[in-house]
């Protein structure tokens, strides 16, 4: 049997084959190269172009090489968007999988329902929704009537009002807080999952030959975990890129959170002396595509390598 | 050995106490939301919180409802706008009005779980596909696949937006679902699932003269079915909370999902708390009601997809 599906398939088989497979994808390629891989290619041709929002065509304009990537590099506001948003993930991204991680180990060997409420909880910030939770967040920021300077006042921990949202110094770390709780419940979830799967027999004779809790854990569960490691970072370095209704809704990209996400939203839409400049913002969007493809490849690689 | 087990004990209290600090911590920002929907204005907007309402008020409610007012339901013509010149959307029933909110309620639930049913749908039938059949180019499909989903929609807003007002859809839900169901991640997750599928089930179903749309509904289906449930889910969370299309792609008011209404209500009345608390809620509730009835299969779902990842 397995010898024989090695074999090259018969001419007809492989055709039979092939109706069947693209009959089957059909219906899914349609929507995928529809509105994911034409937008793509259309993206990447009007970067190229002096494309604004009163051309006409999809891509319109007239064609001016890389003109728009020698302007970002030396657009300031742009490379302060993308400072940002490397330093949300940098930041997040770590975070998110340490906590996660801490969390899961924490809570995996608890009883049925005690879990499932911590899993829950964890993931209560995710299904509420992104702007019911920044409408909440908006107020607890309050400067004047917010939680957060009332307890930390009552706390003796500041003195003054901190106007957290309009203040440099903080509104990046107060966004990447809101965006830290909306992450950890997806990695919190597959953690538990994976850490309920490690082979015990491997635990066993860890144990048996003296092995400590600690290198346990290390030795034996991390490595295990690895695939499920390399997904968490994957997914949310993913959502760190995206995160775009907090900045939208809480500081509209001013007090230093502006990011490249919202960088291209603003720059197509919003009533400023550039206003629908569609190849600069489309530019914008490769650049960012470029990043992500990169980093996703480096993770990749150094997941193999472990 | 002693000394450990104390040790582990005191750290196993230690975690204990964090987690249910940390567990407080993650649902005060929906208790806020609920409470604050329920509290009168002059207790919301005063420095001093109040932790727990001393009255329950239903004022926000009465507000939120008399905002503004949409027809509670609307079917528009197919391509309606092609039949006129002005390019206006054709009506062909309306509901009676009502407060809009509940419009934008029906609105999010019509765009989720029409996003939810084409893409599983769709999904499934690909990644059996990718999964088990062998045919020309799958391996270059499957990994234009893979390098799509790490793509963040807001690189191709503008192209997407270019073409949908080209297909007329512009500021209907459809704009919305479409590219939600052209996400690869779905098709991706399906695949994992597939591969399961023990290749001499399939053989023995095709030598029994089955064909193969047969196979798949018959034989497929009900072996991946766990990972449809999860797939359903995920799509349904994934664009109910997907507030970037939304705003791009949706232009009035009558189209308005909750979340889009929500934001629109607190870039006009940021002042009143009250009344954004509870278009919060009105928009958290019901999402967080179906999480809990369905959590079960959703995180044994999105478990298994990744560990076979």
């Known amino acids: 049997m397995a010898k024989q599906s090695k074999q090259p398939m018969s001419r007809a088989l492989q055709r039979r084959e092939n109706i069947a497979g693209y009959l089957f994808m059909l219906p899914c390629l349609i929507f995928f190269i529809g509105f994911v891989v034409i937008p793509m290619i259309i993206c990447i041709l009007t970067s190229l172009t002096d494309t604004n929002m009163h051309d006409p065509g999809l891509i319109g304009g007239s064609f001016i090489g890389l003109d728009n990537f020698v302007r970002l590099w030396g657009d300031k506001d742009f490379l302060a968007a993308l400072k940002n948003t490397f330093v949300i993930v940098i930041v997040s991204v770590p975070t998110v999988c340490a906590f996660s991680l801490w969390v899961s180990s924490a809570i995996y060997k608890m009883k049925g329902p005690v879990l499932s409420a911590f899993r829950c909880i964890f993931y209560l910030p995710v299904v509420t929704g992104s702007v019911a939770v920044t409408v909440v967040w908006a107020w607890m920021y309050n400067n004047y009537y917010g939680i957060f300077n009332y307890v930390l006042k009552g706390l003796g921990l500041i003195e003054g009002r901190i106007n957290w949202l309009g203040d440099e110094r903080f509104a990046l770390g107060c966004i990447i807080l809101i965006l830290f709780t909306t992450s950890v419940g997806q990695p919190i979830v597959l953690y538990v999952s994976a850490l309920g799967n490690v082979d015990t027999t491997l635990i066993e004779a860890a144990q048996v030959d003296g092995a400590t809790e600690m290198q346990v854990f290390w030795k034996v569960k991390w490595a295990q975990m690895m695939p499920t490691t390399l997904y968490i970072l994957v997914i949310t370095t993913i959502n760190s890129f995206q995160c775009f209704a907090l900045i939208q809704l809480l500081t509209k990209g001013g007090a230093g959170t502006d990011t490249v996400m919202y960088r291209i939203y603003w720059t197509a839409f919003k009533l400023t002396e550039q206003a629908g400049h569609f190849g600069y913002a489309n530019a914008m969007g490769v650049v960012l595509a470029i990043f992500i493809g990169l980093l996703s490849a480096v993770q990749f690689k150094l997941a193999k390598e472990k | ?309």
């Not at chain 2, 599983?120 to 990994?143: D, E, I, P, Q, W």
């Open chain 2, 1 to 309: 050995m002693k000394i450990q087990s104390g040790r582990s004990r005191a750290y196993r209290i230690v975690s204990l106490i964090i987690l249910i600090i940390l567990a407080f911590l993650f649902t005060f920002p929906l208790y806020w939301i609920i409470t604050g929907a329920f509290k009168s204005s002059a207790v919301n907007n005063s420095p001093q919180p109040t932790w727990w309402p001393t009255e329950w008020v239903t004022d926000n409610f009465k507000a939120l409802f008399k905002q503004r007012t949409a027809p509670l339901w609307e079917i528009f013509m197919p391509f309606g706008s092609f039949t006129n010149p002005e390019k206006n959307r054709v009506v062909l029933f309306a509901g009676p009005d009502a407060p809009a909110a509940f419009r934008w309620l029906i609105n999010a639930v019509f765009m989720a779980v029409a996003a939810m049913v084409i893409t599983c749908v769709t999904a499934a039938m690909a990644g059996y596909a990718l999964a088990k059949k062998r045919f020309n180019g799958r391996a270059l499909l499957f990994s234009l696949i893979v390098c799509a989903m790490a793509l963040p929609k807001q690189v191709i807003l503008i192209p997407l937006l270019k073409e949908m007002s080209g297909l007329r859809l512009y500021g209907s839900l459809w704009a919305v679902i479409f590219p939600t169901v052209g996400w690869p991640f779905g098709v991706f997750l399906m695949k994992q699932f597939s591969e399961g599928i023990p290749g001499e089930i399939l053989e023995a179903a095709r030598i029994d003269g089955s064909s193969e749309w047969n196979t798949f509904t018959t034989v497929v289906m009900p072996m991946i079915k766990p990972g449809i449930g999860a797939l359903a889910i995920f799509t349904f969370i994934n664009c109910w909370n997907d507030y970037f299309m939304q705003l791009v792609m949706l232009d009035a008011n009558n189209v308005y999902t909750i979340s889009m209404g929500i934001a629109t209500l607190q870039a006009e009345t940021s002042t009143d708390i009250g009344l954004l608390m509870a278009g919060a809620a009105m928009a958290s509730v019901p999402i967080i009601t179906i999480f809990l009835i369905f959590q079960k299969y959703f995180t044994q779902g999105i478990a298994m997809g990744a560990v076979k990842g």
